[in-house]
């Protein structure tokens, strides 16, 4: 609360600092420079001034990126508070993978079921998913941030805020530009393009780029390899499987063409087509285990006859259960009515061999010879090494055509269509375990297609003081999602075929009206009407719990109709799996539909002292559509296991302000959030289950500024606070972590995950003017950050550690600017932190990635 009542002061600060805007201070340098220039942006669909939007938005041009080394979406994350964007997510082990929080609101997922919480926006269309929003900022005009809840312009899943990167468009006239970079890691990077005028009002440009890098986390061979553990890539060979022997590999391309029709007329058209092709590694480590010393496997039911027939050391489910079975002797494992359990050969439904059986290899209960059991000695202390012996792979493919088509329909009325189809194909493979074990090695496999239309009218009256735009939205997506998982050397094999599909549509408006010039008003509004299909087939080879409860034989045959050891009833309905035809099948057969229809306002108004002071205050709603849990290893009855939306309602308010002659802007806006129905994973049986569990309050500041005190001398500075804290979590959401030691759980009170406290940003950039006429730039970027949760179930070894990064660089540019040198470094104070994590308590593994080390570039470019 400290922090939020300075933000209060430093507003006020704002506020009686816009009484001096006259003052002569800066007089003189503003006429030998032209002061801080002007950013357009187009956050309420029209063209306007940052500065004249009542929204706060952190907005970057396309030299401001380049100058700073910013290349992709989660490198924006430094530079923007309140803003956290992570390039992959905890089991997607991709870069090309998106994280993305505003304020505390996002997702940290790649899934089909979970939808993000930012919306991504590529000239003006929607990224459907996680995957692929990680954008190269190839060749772009301008990316902006918008920050709280944007559903009446941007709808649907921007309920944290949204980011819009709008691409250059074609001149008029010829123009080719582009640079070569190498660096660190055998950094290599080409990116070109390249303008030509066709006829009198067409014109075509085309872009490319390439970029490779090595990975920087070096895998080891485990000193001590036994004969009898199985090669991780022997699971599931359906779903792929590659590696390397470095981690954290960038191997991508991406090209884009557009032609533009604009001759003066009525009618104006622009046509894009994109493709890229993104391979790389993952740089997944082991940060800890849960089962340390080897033991015998106790549950937590004393069931006699079964293998929850507790008579040894209590260890975590699958670690504890593995270690049982390779420590234990033909009939101890007997005598626990384990046989099948540690056979790990599938069952008479799925009777291929997955893996090779565990069971009584050491027949002589000698634990240290023919396999190596679970537990702390995989650990690495070098934050770049890792024990790590299974998939490591990311291949996605994506490509998109639109079109952008304005019509003048009157002097003060325009008509705006734009129609998008995108598609993308993503395999990965990811060993979480980080050993030469099997242990929890994942595979995916995503299609996805999504078509989009939307048409905005646009217009004004009564002499330009009434602004509004009125439109109509659709969107249709399909897509599948193949999850392959081992946990323990076979003992859990989840198979999982999940389709999903979606239909949108929704009718909008905003309506600005500026009765004086002293006042301004904002209503604005949209209807949402979304369908979802959900058909998941998801299924455990290996019939786990039928093995567990004692059903099933010495040989791995289970027994649907046999007796249920807790219940007289059969073992199937017993354990709650719903296919008769396939009794180890979790999903429910067919298909599962969800509506969901939403409105989401917004009322705002401004106040214009002057014409370079603005101060808005606004309330706004946006949401985030629901969905089904897809991430089962135990069944949950006869209905698939959903969720509804999440819903978030902000007041905020702001001051904009562009002063001593344009050679100081500040822009600052606290805010107050009441953020509801957040979807939380659960624990039901041994399934992580994604529910409607909690509440938050989310409150804070940002400040943002922008100084040129002297000539060539520019200061920006950033400065986010957050307070975010659940104000309620269910029972079932509380259970997921906080009783096993090595998560502190969600609790009431409690911060929500990736969402720091404090960030600051500082980055002075100075232009020197040469003798000979060309110039000397030196820029420099700090970033504090404070500590953060990386996850919702906040596991103590996967916490962030307060950072400080700079990051720096030096240009040369000849004195006609056709060409120029850079060299810079990043993270040049080689702070390491974990970007993202997870945790699968039950298999006894907490693993995570680290950001990058120190690296170095240097950069040749042209422009002519």
Same mark, same amino acid.
């Given at each position: 609360?400290?922090?939020?009542?300075?933000?209060?002061?430093?507003?006020?600060?704002?506020?009686?600092?816009?009484?001096?805007?006259?003052?002569?201070?800066?007089?003189?340098? *503003?006429?030998?420079?032209?002061?801080?220039?002007?950013?357009?942006?187009?956050? @309420?669909?029209?063209?306007?001034?940052?500065?004249?939007?009542?929204?706060?938005?952190?907005?970057?041009?396309?030299?401001?990126?380049?100058?700073?080394?910013?290349?992709?979406?989660?490198?924006?994350?430094?530079?923007?508070?309140?803003?956290?964007?992570?390039?992959?997510?905890?089991?997607?082990?991709?870069?090309?993978?998106?994280?993305?929080?505003?304020?505390?609101?996002?997702?940290?997922?790649?899934?089909?079921?979970?939808?993000?919480?930012?919306?991504?926006?590529?000239?003006?269309?929607?990224?459907?998913?996680?995957?692929?929003?990680?954008?190269?900022?190839?060749?772009?005009?301008?990316?902006?941030?918008?920050?709280?809840?944007?559903?009446?312009?941007?709808?649907?899943?921007?309920?944290?805020?949204?980011?819009?990167?709008?691409?250059?468009?074609?001149?008029?006239?010829?123009?080719?530009?582009?640079?070569?970079?190498?660096?660190?890691?055998?950094?290599? @990077?080409?990116?070109?393009?390249?303008?030509?005028?066709?006829?009198?009002?067409?014109?075509?440009?085309?872009?490319?780029?390439?970029?490779?890098?090595?990975?920087?986390?070096?895998?080891?061979?485990?000193?001590?390899?036994?004969?009898?553990?199985?090669?991780?890539?022997?699971?599931?060979?359906?779903?792929?499987?590659?590696?390397?022997?470095?981690?954290?590999?960038?191997?991508?391309?991406?090209?884009?063409?557009? /032609?533009?029709?604009?001759?003066?007329?009525?009618?104006?058209?622009?046509?894009?087509?994109?493709?890229?092709?993104?391979?790389?590694?993952?740089?997944?480590?082991?940060?800890?285990?849960?089962?340390?010393?080897?033991?015998?496997?106790?549950?937590?039911?004393?069931?006699?006859?079964?293998?929850?027939?507790?008579?040894?050391?209590?260890? &975590?489910?699958?670690?504890?259960?593995?270690?049982?079975?390779?420590?234990?002797?033909?009939?101890?494992?007997?005598?626990?009515?384990?046989?099948?359990?540690?056979?790990?050969?599938?069952?008479?439904?799925?009777?291929?061999?997955?893996?090779?059986?565990?069971?009584?290899?050491?027949?002589?209960?000698?634990?240290?010879?023919?396999?190596?059991?679970? #537990?702390?000695?995989?650990?690495?202390?070098?934050?770049?090494?890792?024990?790590?012996?299974?998939?490591?792979?990311?291949?996605?493919?994506?490509?998109?055509?639109?079109?952008?088509?304005?019509?003048?329909?009157?002097?003060?009325?325009?008509?705006?269509?734009?129609?998008?189809?995108?598609?993308?194909?993503?395999?990965?493979?990811?060993?979480?375990?980080?050993?030469?074990?099997?242990?929890?090695?994942?595979?995916?496999?995503?299609? @996805?297609?999504? &078509?989009?239309?939307?048409?905005?009218?646009?217009?004004?009256?009564?002499?330009?003081?009434?602004?509004?735009?009125?439109?109509?939205?659709?969107?249709?997506?399909?897509?599948?999602?193949?999850?392959?998982?081992?946990?323990?050397?076979?003992?859990?094999?989840?198979?999982?075929?999940?389709?999903?599909?979606?239909?949108?549509?929704?009718?909008?408006?905003?309506?600005?009206?500026?009765?004086?010039?002293?006042?301004?008003?904002?209503?604005?509004?949209?209807?949402?009407?979304?369908?979802?299909?959900?058909?998941?087939?998801? @299924?455990?080879?290996?019939?786990?719990?039928?093995?567990?409860?004692?059903?099933?034989?010495?040989?791995?045959?289970?027994?649907?109709?046999?007796?249920?050891?807790?219940?007289?009833?059969?073992?199937?309905?017993?354990?709650?799996?719903?296919?008769?035809?396939?009794?180890?099948?979790?999903?429910?057969?067919?298909?599962?539909?969800?509506?969901?229809?939403?409105?989401?306002?917004?009322?705002?108004?401004?106040?214009?002292?002057?014409?370079?002071?603005?101060?808005?205050?606004?309330?706004?709603?946006?949401?985030?559509?629901?969905?089904?849990?897809?991430?089962?290893?135990?069944?949950?009855?006869?209905?698939?296991?959903?969720?509804?939306?999440?819903?978030?309602?902000?007041?905020?308010?702001?001051?904009?302000?562009?002063? /001593?002659?344009?050679?100081?802007?500040?822009? *600052?806006?606290?805010?107050?959030?009441?953020?509801?129905?957040?979807?939380?994973?659960?624990?039901?049986?041994?399934?992580?289950?994604?529910?409607?569990?909690?509440?938050?309050?989310?409150?804070?500041?940002?400040?943002?500024?922008?100084?040129?005190?002297?000539?060539?001398?520019?200061?920006?500075?950033?400065?986010?606070?957050?307070?975010?804290?659940?104000?309620?979590?269910?029972?079932?959401?509380?259970?997921?972590?906080?009783?096993?030691?090595?998560?502190?759980?969600?609790?009431?009170?409690?911060?929500?995950?990736?969402?720091?406290?404090?960030?600051?940003?500082?980055?002075?950039?100075?232009?020197?003017?040469?003798?000979?006429?060309?110039?000397?730039?030196?820029?420099?970027?700090?970033?504090?950050?404070?500590?953060?949760?990386?996850?919702?179930?906040?596991? /103590?070894?996967?916490?962030?550690?307060?950072?400080?990064?700079?990051?720096?660089?030096?240009?040369?540019?000849?004195?006609?600017?056709?060409?120029?040198?850079?060299?810079?470094?990043?993270?040049?104070? #080689?702070?390491?932190?974990?970007?993202?994590?997870?945790?699968?308590?039950?298999?006894?593994?907490?693993?995570?990635?680290?950001?990058?080390?120190?690296?170095?570039?240097?950069?040749?470019?042209?422009?002519?």
């Amino acid at each position: 609360m400290g922090g939020l009542k300075m933000g209060k002061s430093m507003i006020a600060a704002l506020m009686a600092s816009s009484a001096m805007a006259s003052t002569p201070l800066l007089a003189q340098d *503003a006429e030998q420079s032209g002061g801080i220039a002007e950013i357009v942006v187009t956050a @309420q669909k029209r063209a306007e001034n940052v500065q004249d939007v009542p929204i706060a938005i952190s907005a970057f041009t396309a030299e401001s990126l380049q100058e700073r080394a910013v290349g992709s979406v989660s490198q924006l994350s430094a530079i923007a508070p309140n803003v956290n964007l992570d390039a992959g997510t905890p089991f997607s082990g991709s870069t090309a993978v998106l994280a993305a929080y505003i304020r505390g609101i996002g997702s940290d997922d790649f899934a089909f079921n979970i939808d993000p919480g930012v919306g991504i926006y590529l000239d003006g269309v929607y990224l459907a998913r996680t995957v692929g929003a990680n954008q190269d900022l190839l060749d772009v005009e301008r990316v902006e941030i918008l920050k709280g809840p944007q559903g009446t312009l941007f709808g649907r899943n921007t309920i944290g805020g949204a980011i819009s990167i709008v691409t250059a468009d074609p001149g008029d006239a010829f123009k080719a530009k582009g640079d070569v970079t190498l660096g660190s890691y055998k950094l290599f @990077q080409v990116r070109g393009s390249v303008t030509v005028p066709i006829t009198d009002g067409l014109s075509s440009a085309f872009t490319f780029g390439i970029k490779s890098r090595d990975g920087f986390l070096k895998r080891l061979p485990y000193p001590d390899q036994r004969a009898n553990n199985t090669p991780s890539f022997d699971a599931f060979s359906a779903a792929g499987y590659d590696s390397a022997a470095k981690e954290g590999v960038n191997d991508n391309w991406n090209l884009r063409g557009k /032609l533009r029709w604009d001759n003066g007329g009525a009618v104006r058209a622009t046509f894009a087509g994109d493709y890229s092709k993104d391979k790389g590694t993952s740089a997944n480590k082991l940060i800890g285990t849960t089962e340390f010393v080897p033991g015998n496997f106790a549950g937590t039911t004393n069931l006699p006859g079964t293998a929850f027939d507790p008579t040894g050391t209590t260890g &975590f489910l699958f670690a504890g259960l593995y270690n049982f079975c390779i420590g234990s002797t033909g009939a101890q494992i007997a005598a626990r009515n384990a046989q099948a359990l540690c056979g790990v050969a599938g069952t008479q439904f799925n009777p291929q061999f997955q893996l090779a059986s565990v069971a009584s290899a050491n027949v002589d209960g000698n634990t240290a010879n023919d396999r190596l059991p679970w #537990d702390g000695r995989y650990l690495v202390a070098d934050k770049d090494r890792s024990y790590a012996s299974g998939n490591s792979y990311s291949n996605l493919e994506s490509w998109g055509l639109s079109s952008i088509v304005d019509f003048d329909l009157a002097d003060n009325l325009a008509l705006k269509s734009i129609t998008a189809y995108r598609e993308l194909h993503w395999n990965a493979g990811l060993d979480a375990d980080g050993s030469p074990l099997n242990f929890v090695q994942l595979s995916f496999t995503m299609n @996805q297609w999504q &078509f989009s239309q939307e048409l905005q009218l646009l217009g004004n009256a009564l002499d330009e003081k009434l602004n509004y735009v009125l439109g109509a939205y659709y969107f249709k997506e399909a897509g599948d999602l193949h999850d392959y998982v081992t946990f323990a050397e076979g003992l859990v094999q989840v198979d999982g075929p999940n389709e999903l599909a979606t239909k949108n549509y929704a009718f909008f408006g905003q309506i600005d009206y500026r009765p004086i010039d002293l006042i301004g008003i904002t209503i604005g509004g949209r209807y949402t009407n979304e369908r979802k299909r959900f058909e998941g087939g998801q @299924q455990e080879l290996n019939g786990f719990n039928y093995k567990l409860f004692g059903c099933a034989d010495a040989n791995g045959n289970v027994f649907p109709g046999g007796a249920f050891p807790l219940a007289p009833i059969p073992c199937q309905a017993g354990l709650g799996y719903p296919d008769p035809n396939n009794p180890v099948r979790v999903n429910t057969p067919g298909v599962n539909r969800k509506k969901f229809s939403d409105f989401s306002p917004k009322v705002g108004v401004q106040i214009h002292p002057t014409d370079d002071v603005m101060l808005y205050g606004s309330w706004s709603k946006g949401y985030k559509t629901g969905g089904w849990t897809t991430r089962l290893t135990n069944p949950q009855g006869n209905v698939a296991p959903d969720f509804n939306e999440e819903k978030a309602t902000t007041w905020e308010a702001g001051i904009k302000s562009t002063l /001593l002659d344009r050679h100081l802007q500040l822009n *600052a806006a606290v805010f107050s959030t009441k953020y509801r129905d957040i979807q939380l994973n659960i624990q039901v049986g041994t399934s992580p289950t994604i529910a409607n569990a909690g509440d938050a309050r989310i409150r804070g500041f940002e400040l943002e500024m922008v100084a040129a005190p002297v000539d060539g001398l520019t200061i920006n500075g950033a400065v986010g606070y957050i307070d975010a804290q659940y104000t309620s979590v269910s029972a079932g959401a509380a259970a997921v972590g906080g009783a096993n030691g090595f998560q502190a759980g969600t609790l009431v009170g409690e911060t929500l995950p990736k969402t720091p406290k404090w960030k600051v940003n500082l980055s002075p950039r100075y232009e020197a003017k040469l003798g000979n006429g060309a110039s000397l730039v030196m820029l420099a970027d700090w970033t504090y950050t404070s500590s953060a949760w990386n996850d919702t179930q906040r596991t /103590l070894l996967l916490k962030r550690v307060s950072t400080d990064i700079v990051n720096a660089s030096i240009s040369y540019r000849e004195p006609d600017g056709k060409w120029s040198v850079t060299a810079g470094g990043t993270n040049l104070t #080689d702070k390491r932190f974990l970007t993202s994590g997870g945790s699968n308590i039950a298999a006894g593994a907490i693993f995570g990635t680290y950001n990058r080390p120190r690296e170095w570039y240097l950069r040749f470019g042209f422009d002519f």
